[in-house]
């Protein structure tokens, strides 16, 4: 199983990116997928992800600003970021998990090696 991330770079508050993720090696529709980011000194977490029913969540942080979404025809998952402040910087990090989204992120089962987004004002 493998996991690519890419899309990531520099941008300016109030700027926009998307972030895609190609997945390799697993039956993708049946997985809980999404994105993670940890800034520098903190530690890892939730921004979106979609569980297998499709349910998205996000962070409240992101909310009204950024949107999940998956292609299963190509096995790819997608974050497009818009409206972005100078704190949504960071590795931004793909990840999946057999069945359903857990609540843990360490219970995820497969990361990418991550995708770095930096804001600046």
């Known amino acids: 199983v493998r996991l690519v991330e890419s899309g990531g770079g520099s941008v300016q508050a109030g700027g926009s990116l998307r972030l895609s993720c190609e997945a390799f090696g697993y039956p993708y529709s049946s997985y809980c997928v999404g994105w993670f980011r940890q800034a520098p000194g903190k530690e890892r977490e939730r921004v979106a992800t979609?569980?297998?029913?499709?349910?998205?969540i996000y962070a409240d942080s992101v909310k009204g600003r950024f949107t999940i979404s998956r292609n299963k025809a190509n096995h790819t998952l997608y974050l497009q970021m818009n409206n972005l402040k100078v704190d949504d910087g960071g590795m931004f990090y793909c990840?999946?998990?057999?069945?359903?989204?857990?609540?843990?992120?360490?219970?995820?089962?497969?990361w990418g090696k991550g995708t770095l987004v930096t804001i600046s004002s």
């Open positions: 979609i569980d297998t029913d499709d349910e998205t």
């Open positions: 990840a999946s998990h057999r069945g359903n989204c857990p609540l843990r992120l360490s219970t995820m089962d497969y």
